[in-house]
């Protein structure tokens, strides 16, 4: 059977990837409804083919609606999730707004696609970082149980969506017209050209940035185990898509560096990209448009007793969100599972 699904932030950098995802994986989509702020409505998205005309989002645009994908931001998730989820519609929503409400699953499709069978409508698409770091990490977590995980991210531009890349766009063309005075950043914090911001989103009360914490207790929410740390540092590198990470973890059980990428190379949505000598690693301008999280310079850390290092990269407007809103989508349709209880 098929399926009316609505997208909401469907003129957004990753609402265009979510229409894009639907139409290449062959969603099954007997009408599709681009939703977005006013300021976007009457403007145009194709899909399969046809022009579309983006609506406005009003609290009844999901009557008749079966599936919704949102990504609009956090307020928008936060007024009408519940109010398309009241009206049968079951929601997918790449915000932050619901990830750690206990009653939305918070869901990796290849990690812990069992979480969905409980959803009560509305069902949470983890932060891009954090997914990317989870798909390596459960056959790792499973086959050997990780005692602590040390992130650093390298992060693209569009994760500050696409007036972010605009933002660098100008700044790489106003240096290379050496007119650096005019330099204003509006949507970063300084300038990203050339240059690395070790803060994305805004300082709490510990010193870590939101984007960081996000991957603490999203990663603990996601293993349904809260027995391992996770130390984040989370930064803006002058990259337009794709996110990098460096991961250092320790396992109760020794795993060799060969035993890890043997394990990984049959990992599901991992491409094991790993051979030193033939200068063979995973790069953000690799990982662009590929569905894949993929790992490389994976060798041991004998500073410590069960050590292992990796470098992890993935297309974050793809498997970071809108794909991964997808498959979430495809596993509901495998479970029957688009309805709300
Ligand atoms: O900057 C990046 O590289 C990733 C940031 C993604 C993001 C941006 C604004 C708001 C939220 C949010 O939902 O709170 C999120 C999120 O956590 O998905």
Redo the contacts with the bound molecule.
């Keep these: 059977d098929s399926f009316v699904v609505a997208v909401v932030g469907a003129t957004g950098a990753v609402g265009r990837e979510m229409l894009k995802t639907l139409e290449a994986r062959k969603f099954p989509v007997s009408k599709i409804v681009p939703l977005a702020s006013s300021r976007s409505a009457g403007s145009e998205v194709e899909f399969n083919g046809e022009k579309v005309i983006v609506q406005e989002l009003t609290e009844d645009s999901f009557e008749g609606i079966d599936l919704a994908l949102f990504s609009a931001?956090?307020a928008v998730?936060e007024e009408y999730a519940p109010l398309a989820a009241r009206s049968g519609c079951v929601v997918v929503d790449?915000?932050?707004?619901w990830r750690m409400d206990d009653q939305c699953p918070l869901v990796v499709p290849e990690v812990n696609p069992d979480d969905l069978d409980w959803h009560k409508g509305i069902i949470a698409?983890p932060?891009?970082?954090t997914i990317q770091m989870v798909v390596p990490l459960k056959p790792i977590h499973d086959a050997a149980k990780i005692t602590r995980i040390v992130v650093s991210t390298y992060?693209?531009v569009?994760?500050?969506?696409q007036k972010a890349m605009d933002e660098m766009t100008t700044q790489v063309r106003q240096m290379f017209n050496f007119d650096l005075e005019s330099i204003e950043p509006k949507v970063m914090p300084y300038r990203i050209a050339f240059n690395c911001l070790p803060q994305?989103?805004v300082f709490l009360e510990n010193d870590y940035t939101?984007?960081e914490m996000?991957m603490v207790h999203e990663t603990h929410k996601i293993f349904g185990d809260d027995s391992f740390g996770v130390s984040p540092t989370?930064v803006?590198v002058p990259v337009y898509i794709g996110?990098s990470e460096s991961v250092n973890i320790e396992t109760e059980k020794k795993m060799t560096a060969a035993e890890c990428r043997a394990l990984l190379s049959q990992a599901p949505g991992v491409r094991v990209l790993d051979n030193p000598a033939e200068k063979i690693y995973p790069m953000p301008i690799e990982a662009v448009d590929e569905d894949d999280t993929f790992v490389g310079r994976i060798r041991e850390d004998n500073t410590v007793e069960n050590g292992l290092n990796m470098w992890i990269c993935a297309d974050?407007l793809r498997k970071g969100?809108a794909l991964n809103a997808v498959q979430i989508a495809e596993e509901l349709v495998k479970r029957d599972l688009v309805r709300v209880p």
């Design positions: 931001g956090g998730s790449n915000s932050s707004t698409n932060n891009c970082s992060q693209a569009a994760g500050g969506g994305i989103d939101k984007e996000k989370a803006r996110h974050n969100a």
